[in-house]
C-alpha cells in the first residue's frame, strides 16, 4: 500500500484546511518569520541531496539543459496557468474566499508550492522508494514540513492550496506504481545524481518561499528527467575515455 504516498496528500489537505480556518488568528509577523523557517528547511533538504552527488559534471549539465529545455516550451509558464484554473475552480466552489495577494505575487507563490509539493527530489525519489522497498519514512519526513507550510501559505492564498494534493497524489501514485520497472535499471550512482538534481530545485525554491530570489523552479523540472540517463552516460562512456 502506497501509505507514504497517502500520508503526504493527507498532510497538504489538513494544512491547506486548518491554513483557514486559523488565517485570521495568527500574526503577519508570525506567518512571515515561519515561512522563512519553511524556506530554511527546503535549502537544507536540498543541500543534504546535493552532497551525495556522484557525478558532478552529469548532474550540472542536466541542470542547465532540462533548465533551457523547461525555458524553451514555457513550461513554468504551464505550470502558471494550471495554478490559476485551480485558482478560478476553488473561487467557484467558494465564491466567498478571497485574496489578500497581487496577482502576479499571488500566482508565483503558487506555483512556488506546486513545485515544493509535487516536484521536489524528496518526494519523487520517497515515492520510488517506497514503491521499491516499502520504507515509507522519506515521505513522512515530507510530509511534516508540508502539513505545516500548506497551514501557513493557505493563510494567504486560500482553500488552492488544499486543491494542490490531487496532482500531487496523482504524480507520486504513478511514481510509487512504476518504481518496480524504473528502480532495476538504476544504479547508486544514478539514484544519488537523481537526489542531487532535485536537490538543485529544493535549494532553489527555498529562496524562492524566502522571496530572495525568484529562480525559475518550474522550469527546472526536466531536469529530473534528463539526469538519470545523463549520468549513466557519464559513468558508462565519458569517464572510462577519461581513465
Not at 524556506?39 to 541542470?63: D, K, Q, R, T, Y
Not at 484554473?85 to 506546486?114: G, H, K, N, Y
Amino acid at each position: 500500500m502506497p501509505f507514504g504516498v497517502l500520508i503526504n496528500s493527507a498532510a497538504i489537505i489538513l494544512g491547506g484546511t486548518l491554513g483557514l480556518f486559523v488565517k485570521d488568528k495568527l500574526k503577519l509577523e508570525f506567518k512571515e518569520k515561519l515561512n522563512l523557517i519553511f524556506g530554511l528547511c527546503s535549502m537544507g533538504m536540498g543541500v543534504s541531496s546535493i552532497v551525495l552527488m556522484e557525478n558532478m559534471p552529469a548532474v550540472v549539465f542536466s541542470i542547465i539543459i532540462g533548465t533551457a529545455l523547461g525555458l524553451a516550451v514555457h513550461l513554468g509558464e504551464r505550470i502558471r496557468q494550471g495554478a490559476g484554473l485551480m485558482q478560478r475552480a476553488v473561487s467557484r466552489l467558494l465564491p466567498s474566499a478571497s485574496r489578500t495577494l497581487p496577482e502576479q505575487e499571488f500566482t508565483d507563490t503558487l506555483v512556488t508550492v506546486i513545485v515544493l509539493f509535487c516536484a521536489s527530489g524528496t518526494g519523487i525519489y520517497g515515492s520510488i522508494v517506497s514503491g521499491m522497498t516499502g520504507d515509507h519514512s522519506i515521505l513522512i519526513a515530507k510530509s511534516i514540513l508540508d502539513l505545516f507550510t500548506a497551514l501557513i501559505f493557505s493563510c494567504t492564498l486560500g482553500a488552492v492550496v488544499a486543491l494542490i494534493a490531487v496532482p500531487q497524489i496523482v504524480i507520486f501514485l504513478a511514481l510509487y506504481l512504476a518504481a518496480g520497472l524504473l528502480y532495476p535499471m538504476t544504479t547508486p550512482d544514478m539514484i544519488h545524481d537523481f537526489m542531487a538534481a532535485g536537490g538543485f530545485i529544493m535549494l532553489a525554491t527555498g529562496f524562492r518561499m524566502i522571496h530572495l530570489k525568484m529562480f525559475p523552479t518550474a522550469d527546472m523540472i526536466p531536469a529530473m528527467v534528463l539526469v538519470m540517463p545523463v549520468s549513466w552516460f557519464w559513468s558508462t562512456w565519458i569517464l572510462p575515455l577519461l581513465g
